[in-house]
C-alpha cells in the first residue's frame, strides 16, 4: 500500500482514540493491512508532525493546555530554583541550567492575566 495511505490511516487511527505508543500503532496498522516496521513508522510520525504526549500521539499543532504539560509551580521552584532578588521593580529568578522555561511556563501558566513571568508584578507566596 503507498505511503499516502498510510498516512491517512494513521491519522485516522489517532481520530478513533488514544494511541500510546508506536507499537500500539504499529499492532492497529497491521490489523487494518499495513505491515509496516518501526523505522518507517518513526519516519511517517515526524513527517506528520506527530508528538508523543502525556494522552499518546496527536498532532504537533494541538495544543494540550499548559496544566496537562507542566509539574506545579511548586514543585519545579522546589526543585529548579536557586535564588530570587529584587532588581528595581523586577525579581530575578535564578535557576539551574535548563530549567528557566520550564519555571517560566509554569509561572506564566499558573498566573493568569494579573501577571507573568516576563512582566513587572508580584509573586505571590507558596
Avoid at 27 to 36: A, E, I, P, T
Avoid at 54 to 78: K, Q
Amino acid at each position: 500500500m503507498s505511503k499516502t495511505a498510510r498516512h491517512k490511516a494513521i491519522l485516522n487511527l489517532l481520530e478513533e482514540g488514544r494511541v500510546g505508543s508506536q507499537d500500539s500503532l504499529q499492532q492497529k496498522l497491521k490489523r487494518k493491512g499495513f505491515d509496516v516496521g518501526q523505522a518507517t513508522l518513526s519516519r511517517d510520525l515526524r513527517e506528520l508532525k506527530l508528538v508523543k504526549g502525556p494522552e499518546g500521539y496527536r498532532g504537533g499543532g494541538e495544543s494540550l493546555g499548559a496544566e496537562s504539560v507542566l509539574p506545579s509551580v511548586i514543585h519545579l521552584v522546589r526543585q529548579f530554583v536557586v535564588e530570587v532578588r529584587p532588581a528595581q521593580n523586577l525579581l530575578v529568578v535564578k535557576t539551574t541550567v535548563g530549567s528557566a522555561q520550564p519555571v517560566a511556563a509554569a509561572i506564566d501558566a499558573r498566573a493568569g492575566p494579573r501577571w507573568s513571568a516576563h512582566s513587572p508584578a508580584t509573586i505571590p507566596c507558596w
